[in-house]
């Protein structure tokens, strides 16, 4: 069964560093999206991205934070200037389509720790 | 606005009896609602969903309510096994076409053998 990826599965960078965490959706799904889940919390929506832009955003998603797209395959989220309240478990997801009913599968997530 | 309430936040239960998790919504989640289990530092995976078009749906020892009058949803495990010890999220489609979830704040089961 197709799953979505992710790596690393563990990133460990100093307060100030750029990151970029990768993900590969599942292989004919349309819409990707970043959760973030900062430990023993629930998890939270960052963004939606579909045909090549973002859809929507959360408050949570400011300045620091970028997504894209650059081959077929990929989807990246990057953190241009990590904070220590960067810190959480990063989930990328991925649906086939964008009506209110289709389920979103979810990667193995990256665990980002800024120190 | 966009938000999702779930009670208890944690849940104590023996082996073989039934647990009953609570979500309420607010006006503008769409039709669509997941419920995830998700295991320690592992990904949260989908249960079971309901669409509003229906009241209740089963999936063995799994079921989940809706009552779209109240904006109530609720999860029903019966039989309950160790293994079910995890920690359950309901979740609200929001958005239209943007399709993001909303989640609830999570409920922590505990299965007693």
């Known amino acids: 069964e197709p799953e979505v990826t992710q790596t690393p599965s563990h990133q460990v960078t100093q307060m100030g560093q750029e990151v970029i965490l990768r993900c590969v959706p599942i292989?004919?799904?349309?819409?990707f999206y970043w959760y973030r889940q900062i430990l023993g919390q629930k998890v939270e929506f960052l963004v939606s991205?579909?045909?090549?832009?973002?859809?929507?955003k959360s408050e949570i998603f400011d300045d620091q934070f970028s997504v894209e797209r650059p081959d077929g395959s990929n989807f990246t989220l990057k953190i241009r200037s990590t904070k220590l309240e960067d810190s959480a478990m990063y989930f990328c997801?991925?649906?086939?389509?964008?009506?209110?009913?289709?389920?979103?599968?979810f990667g193995p997530g990256t665990r980002l720790t800024v120190l | 606005g966009e938000n999702v309430e779930q009670h208890p936040s944690t849940l104590s239960v023996q082996e073989g009896d039934s647990a009953v998790i609570k979500c309420t919504y607010s006006?503008?989640?769409?039709?669509?609602f997941p419920w995830y289990k998700q295991e320690l530092g592992k990904r949260p995976q989908l249960i079971i969903d309901?669409?509003?078009?229906?009241g209740e749906k089963k999936d063995q020892r799994i079921a989940v309510t809706l009552n779209k009058t109240a904006k109530h949803f609720s999860l029903h495990i019966t039989e309950t096994q160790p293994e079910d010890s995890a920690v359950y999220f309901c979740?609200?489609?929001?958005?239209?076409?943007?399709?993001?979830?909303?989640f609830g704040t999570g409920t922590l089961l505990a299965v007693q053998p």
């Open positions: 997801a991925s649906s086939l389509a964008g009506g209110g009913d289709n389920e979103q599968f």
């Open positions: 292989s004919n799904h349309l819409y």
């Open positions: 991205f579909y045909n090549n832009e973002i859809s929507e």
């Open positions: 006006d503008s989640a769409s039709n669509y």
């Open positions: 309901i669409r509003s078009n229906v």
């Open positions: 979740a609200g489609v929001y958005g239209g076409a943007t399709n993001k979830l909303i």
